[in-house]
């Protein structure tokens, strides 16, 4: 286990050597990122060997030995995590120097189309503002609505009222008069449906809109 152990860790140094070689314009990146990347495998595939070890370690010396196991897969995550990192930041730096050689190359004619999308956030601004805007006359439609339900609700009660007199004054039966009475409670019903339904879209305009 102790050479094994040792081995691991000088895979480990060799990695932090490779990392300050990294820094360097003469050296080749991606061959170091592939070697760094080999040790790291490496270092992975001991580290588990060594966990499987550490049942063969007297108990007396065994949170010792695993104490230094545990030190050793801290340092891999670490450089594992510091690989990624630099990784992504070539990629993002490649990425850039691309757009930039396309947009320095690019030719442009008399009669050619010269708008370039430089600004992504304004084009999410604009996105959102028609959003906005969308949501906004959805919402005075349903405004419009509702206003047109409060109206035919009160035309409604004026006319149940001219009914009531005219049938108080014609004499209509109970029966006759239970059948109105019946035809405003569901028209009542009706319009508060709509209400719900209207606000339902609303909702989900701006749930899926905007949110």
């Known amino acids: 286990m102790e050479a094994l ?24 990146s991606v061959s170091v990122e592939a070697d760094i990347q080999t040790k790291l495998t490496a270092v992975n595939a001991n580290c588990d060997r060594l966990d499987v070890l550490l049942y063969k370690v007297p108990v007396a010396q065994r949170p010792s030995a695993k104490m230094r196991v545990d030190q050793l897969k801290y340092d891999m995550r670490h450089l594992q995590a510091a690989l990624k990192l630099y990784q992504e930041k070539r ?21 050619s189309d010269t708008s370039i999308d430089i600004d992504y956030s304004l084009q999410h601004n604009n996105a959102m503002h028609n959003a906005h805007q969308g ?77």
């Open 91 to 111: 990629a993002r730096r490649e990425l850039e120097f691309a757009e930039r050689e396309s947009l320095l190359n690019k030719r442009f004619t008399a009669n």
């Open 5 to 28: 152990y040792f081995q691991t860790n000088n895979l480990i140094q060799q990695v932090q050597q490779c990392f300050q070689h990294l820094n360097s314009v003469r050296v080749d």
């Open 135 to 211: 949501v906004d006359e959805m919402i005075w439609t349903g405004s419009s609505i509702l206003d047109g339900l409060r109206n035919q609700r009160e035309t409604l009660k004026g006319a149940r009222r001219r009914i009531m007199d005219i049938g108080s004054t014609l004499g209509l039966s109970n029966q006759t008069m239970k059948m109105i009475e019946r035809r405003l409670v569901e028209d009542k019903h009706v319009m508060l449906g709509g209400m719900i339904v209207t606000l339902l879209i609303m909702w989900c305009v701006i749930y899926f809109l905007v949110l």
